[in-house]
């Protein structure tokens, strides 16, 4: 079974990205941040490990926000509505549909090497708006 990168969302959500502002939910620790000069320096095995497990977290908050919108949630949380959280998680669903984990490590791997000089920024960052700001929201 090959996981599909549109299970990649809601680390996204996460990185307050598209100047949506913060995380809707804080952490109480500071989780370090990944960047290129980590990303190209760790093996194939830490990359995608790296990204199972931001698709693990975006595919359960998918999950989450689909049981609210279908009314099996609490009833409180279904009369606040569409949330931006919610469209941000559809939206990052809808981009990573057509790629596989493996694509989408291949194409980060790819922007570093082209971008030497870029090794600064996030691979969130690289990841949202160099790899699926390209793909159309469905």
């Keep these: 079974m090959r996981i599909r990168a549109a299970m990649l ?7 307050g990205l598209a100047g949506l502002g913060p995380a809707p939910l ?3 620790v500071d989780a370090p941040t990944v960047t290129g000069e980590a990303w ?3 093996p194939p095995g830490e990359r995608m490990a790296f990204l199972a497990g931001m698709a693990v977290v975006v595919s359960r908050q998918y999950r989450y ?8 949630s609490t009833p409180a949380a279904a009369a606040i509505g569409p949330s931006r959280e919610g469209t941000m998680v559809k939206d ?5 549909r057509p790629f596989t984990l493996m694509q ?14 870029q090794l600064q920024r996030q691979v969130v960052d690289v990841i949202w708006k160099d790899i ?3 793909q159309p929201s469905r």
């Design 92 to 96: 990052i669903v809808d981009r990573t």
């Design 26 to 28: 804080a952490i109480a």
């Design 65 to 72: 926000l689909q049981r609210q919108a279908s009314g099996t």
């Design 40 to 42: 190209t320096k760790s």
């Design 132 to 134: 699926l700001s390209n």
């Design 9 to 15: 969302l809601s680390l996204l959500l996460g990185a």
């Design 104 to 117: 989408i490590m291949q194409d980060v791997d790819k922007y570093y090497a082209d971008h030497p000089d």
